[in-house]
């Protein structure tokens, strides 16, 4: 029985017209080729999504799609990696010409844009405190924020203790908050594997009240200050910190009516 008889229609024969065109072929994308910028970023993603102790070179190969082999052409180590990591925050910063005017107002731009840096990836607070600032790379910001404080008229031992200070605030700031971020995770019910957003109104609310709580004889100072511990967001604490330490910090201007 022919397809007509069937009811099927049969394919007409080619019109004189029509141009013979070639088999149609599939194309598969080409992968874009290994480089020390997609192992950094991909680090990245492995770092967001499952913390500084679940990231290793084999994660990192996984996310790329390549044999860890591959990437020991791009970054020496893992070490290595964590500090193309930390430099690659630093992309596009530039410090700014020290002003003796406006020296404060300048480090309490530095610390806040410092803490949005390593606010911006997961356990980038712990890398940073694991790594020592003074590669070619960022080297001109350290030069630049000793400039600060050197043209602020502050005394040498104090300049260059002041770098140092402001940087272990930053870190410890944003250490913490990661701590508080993972303890949130797990408290709501997660394995601290993926960062939540912690209740921090709860959480303060909690430490007020067992402080207030305490036995007025033995705890006298933590019951009067119970309701200034732990009060405001966090922004606001990382500023009242910030504060303590460049008022401390301007004693030492000559001048000044501190000694």
């Not at 190969?61 to 390549?66: D, F, I, K, N, R």
């Not at 606010?119 to 020592?132: G, K, L």
Request: hydrophobic content about 40%; overall charge negative; cysteine-free.
């Amino acid at each position: 029985m022919s397809d007509a008889a069937a009811g099927t229609p049969a394919s007409p024969p080619p019109s004189p017209w029509e141009r013979e065109r070639p088999a149609r072929v599939h194309v598969t994308p080409a992968r874009a080729p290994l480089s020390r910028e997609r192992v950094v970023e991909a680090a990245f993603d492995v770092l967001d999504r499952q913390g500084l102790d679940g990231l290793s070179m084999r994660q990192v190969a996984s996310e790329l799609g390549v044999a860890v082999s591959a990437l020991y052409a791009h970054v020496r180590s893992k070490d290595d990696l964590l500090e193309l990591m930390y430099t690659r925050l630093f992309d596009g910063f530039q410090m700014p010409e020290p002003d003796p005017e406006r020296w404060q107002e300048q480090v309490r731009d530095y610390a806040r844009t410092g803490r949005q840096r390593l606010m911006s990836h997961r356990d980038m607070a712990r890398i940073s405190m694991a790594h020592v600032p003074f590669t070619a790379e960022l080297l001109p910001h350290v030069e630049g924020l000793l400039a600060i404080f050197r043209t602020a008229g502050l005394p040498d031992r104090i300049a260059a203790e002041a770098g140092d200070l402001i940087s272990t605030y930053i870190d410890g700031f944003v250490l913490e908050e990661g701590m508080w971020q993972d303890r949130a995770a797990v408290r709501h019910g997660g394995d601290g594997g993926s960062p939540a957003s912690p209740d921090w109104r709860e959480m303060a609310d909690e430490m007020q009240n067992y402080f207030a709580s305490l036995p007025a004889a033995d705890f006298p100072h933590l019951r009067a200050l119970s309701g200034l511990i732990v009060t405001g967001s966090n922004d606001e604490r990382f500023d009242v910190g910030l504060e303590i330490i460049l008022r401390g910090l301007a004693s030492y201007l000559p001048g000044s009516a501190t000694p």
